[in-house]
């Protein structure tokens, strides 16, 4: 079935998302990301700009490959852990082509920014059909 609304009518918003600045340690994260029922926390600037995004993924890697004691990971910027170069999606991109990219990019959680880069919401795989 195809759909070309916007994904605009998808998003989950801002108020449901784990956001984070830089400097947030990854207890924060965590703590957010458990508070929201996600699996990703969104890294954003003062204006809301998408820095980058740590996900699930991200601390099982972390876990399995840094021998530091946890409480010494925990106090670490998140940010450090996550990725950086984040993929996201326009406003104005059907539901058909964020589904697409998702599948290709095999991504379940994609930020949805303007065209300036301001976070605006999440897309959940899930929530697309």
């Known amino acids: 079935m195809s759909n070309n609304q916007s994904v605009e009518s998808r998003l ?11 400097e947030d340690n990854l207890k924060k994260a965590l703590d ?3 508070e929201k029922r996600l699996g990703i926390a969104l890294i954003i600037d003062s204006e809301k700009k998408l820095l980058g995004v740590l996900t699930d993924g991200d601390l099982r890697r972390l876990l399995l490959t840094r021998q530091d004691p946890l409480p010494a990971l925990l106090v670490s910027p ?6 950086k170069s984040p993929k996201s999606i326009s406003v104005d991109t059907t539901i058909d082509l964020a589904r697409e990219k998702m599948v290709a990019e095999e ?11 301001v976070v605006l919401g999440l897309l959940h795989r899930h929530s697309l059909g």
């Open 12 to 22: 989950i918003p801002l108020s449901k998302l784990p956001l984070i600045s830089k």
């Open 107 to 117: 991504i379940w959680d994609l930020p949805v920014v303007s065209s300036d880069g």
């Open 78 to 83: 998140a940010i450090t852990y996550g990725n």
């Open 32 to 34: 957010l990301m458990t």
